[in-house]
């Protein structure tokens, strides 16, 4: 058996510091998201986008934007399932993801964009939601994500400062 190659364990109290900020970022972010009628799933897809490239704050902001590209995708895989459920059927829905697919998987190597991860996060997070009211639905779960995003970066920088 090879023995694992890792970074160093790193200090207990330093681990402990580490998993306290971030139990209390999360529920502050929790806390502020229900006190604003929002969704606190919808902020943890924002703070789970975040973390999808943590390397850099403008890394974190290039996977927001990622995030809400893949939920405004989502609008229109809506609209392709809408037009397309008559001729297609059962079939609409597999169109759509071809084509909602095909768009992510093809910006894989565009700077900026090629955060497949948080595109698909937004698409399941605009699918999940099932808003009434597209345009409003898709607004709030953009300012909910944002408010996760915020809090990831917060947690980020916390940690940071804590470290140094």
Request: glycine share 8%; net charge positive.
């Amino acid at each position: 058996m090879e023995p694992r190659t890792s970074t160093p364990a790193p200090t207990t109290g330093r681990f402990v510091a580490f998993t306290a900020i971030a139990a209390v970022v999360a529920a502050l972010a929790a806390y502020g998201s229900t006190a604003l009628g929002l969704q606190a799933w919808v902020m943890f897809a924002g703070w789970v986008a975040w973390f999808t490239q943590p390397a850099s704050a403008r890394l974190g902001v290039h996977a927001v934007i990622c995030l809400w590209l893949g939920m405004a995708l989502a609008v229109a895989g809506h609209g392709i399932v809408a037009l397309a459920t008559p001729f297609a059927g059962a079939a609409a829905l597999p169109l759509a993801v071809l084509v909602l697919a095909s768009v992510v998987v093809g910006l894989r190597t565009t700077p900026v964009l090629d955060n497949m991860l948080a595109w698909f996060v937004g698409l399941v997070t605009f699918f999940a939601a099932e808003p009434e009211h597209v345009l409003p639905g898709l607004l709030t779960l953009m300012s909910a994500s944002a408010l996760g995003a915020f809090a990831g970066f917060a947690c980020q920088r916390l940690q940071h400062r804590f470290a140094t």
